[in-house]
């Protein structure tokens, strides 16, 4: 921890302007400044817990308050500087992918290079900079990787405001970023949160195809599609199954209908740009990887934690929801006696496929066959 003796020799006010412009050099957008204190979050955090909220993410009540705690976390720990780097890639094609249901969707964070690793270097880089500058002082670096409540800091520190849908948002970068911590025991001057922009727009609640944002900021996580297709080991819920569409990983929804997103900017950082072979191919490529493959193709990416069998989980149902395709059911069914979750989800897309099959036949008989098909299938009588 930091020496108080050399502390007095210290211009705080001009060190935190460098600290700015050493992480703008780093490749961050926005470096802010927030003291510890989250005590009015506690509450909200405690409900939401208790709601069950989190569903099978244990890791999220593990430790408690601890979350809304960097001090007990860190000991000495009396300032959070809390980065953003933008990560939306060029080429991104969010309609395209969403309106070609033979396509595989795939959230935009996760297209490029995993952000954890990335990210956590650049903000140790940032530490060791500062600790050139002042001496030795106390700082660890987080990206995800412990109990930190990231998003109330970073509005704390002035990185933007936190939408409906419960993340945080910018003039400038709408929500396409990342954000990470650099817990500190330097006595920094602190920045001034932003003012919520939202206004009355519910376009986010309003567009989530699983009605998982239940309130103004809160996320039921177990209706989250990003949940059901990364958090969950399990069988994914049938009622959610056909609104998850062809989103095999992560869901963008209720950012791409979000008015602070329309003019964000495009990341700098090529390791975000999106793989080709993971952007805009269609189901039947990916389903067809055999866990080789998958770990080839997915390597340094954030995909690679969900595994082959949740990949072909999710990619099952997606199949499932895609026209109908002689192809796609061969596949499922070549696919079966891997595992019972998995064999669940296959019976589930061939009996879709199989009904769309059925469909596309009365779809294109003579008007008076069609009706008389309707009439059969609803066990009516033939002259009713």
Known sequence: MSDSRSLSSINFNQLAENIRQWGRELGFQHIGITDIDLRQHEAQLQRWLGAGYH??????????????????????????????????????????????????????????????????????????????????????????????LERPLAEKAGLGWTGKHSLLLSKEAGSWFFLGELLVDLPLPVDAPQDNLCGKCVACMTSCPTNAIVDNTVVDARRCISYLTIELDGPIPEEFRVAMGNRIYGCDDCQLVCPYN???????????????????????????????????????????????????????????????????????????????????????????????????????????????????????????
Request: hydrophobic share 40%.
């Open 55 to 148: 569903g099978e993410m244990d890791w999220m009540a593990r430790h408690g308050m601890m979350r809304a705690r960097p001090q007990e976390l860190v000991e000495g720990t009396i300032r959070v500087i809390s980065a953003r780097m933008d990560y939306l890639p060029p080429n991104a094609g969010f309609a395209k992918t969403l309106d070609d249901p033979s396509l595989a969707y795939i959230s935009r964070y996760a297209l490029g290079r995993d952000y954890h690793k990335l990210i956590r270097n650049r903000l140790k880089k940032l530490g060791d900079r500062i600790s050139q500058e002042v001496g030795p002082f106390g700082y660890r670096p987080f990206v995800d990787s412990a109990p930190v």
């Open 262 to 384: 329309r003019e964000a900017e495009l990341t700098q950082e090529a390791d975000f740009h999106g793989r080709p072979s993971l952007v805009q191919q269609s189901l039947k490529t990916l389903f067809s990887w055999d866990e080789y493959t998958f770990l080839k193709e997915t390597e340094g990416s954030a995909i690679r934690r969900i595994g082959h069998e949740k990949w072909r989980r999710n990619l099952s149902v997606a199949m499932g929801n895609a026209p109908y395709d002689p192809e796609i059911i061969e596949l499922l069914q070549a696919a079966k006696s891997f595992s019972a979750m998995l064999d669940e989800h296959l019976d589930w897309a061939i009996a879709q496929q199989v009904e769309r099959k059925k469909e596309a036949a009365i779809s294109v008989q003579p008007a008076s066959t069609k009706r008389l098909v309707r009439i059969v299938q609803k066990g009516l009588p033939r002259d009713a």
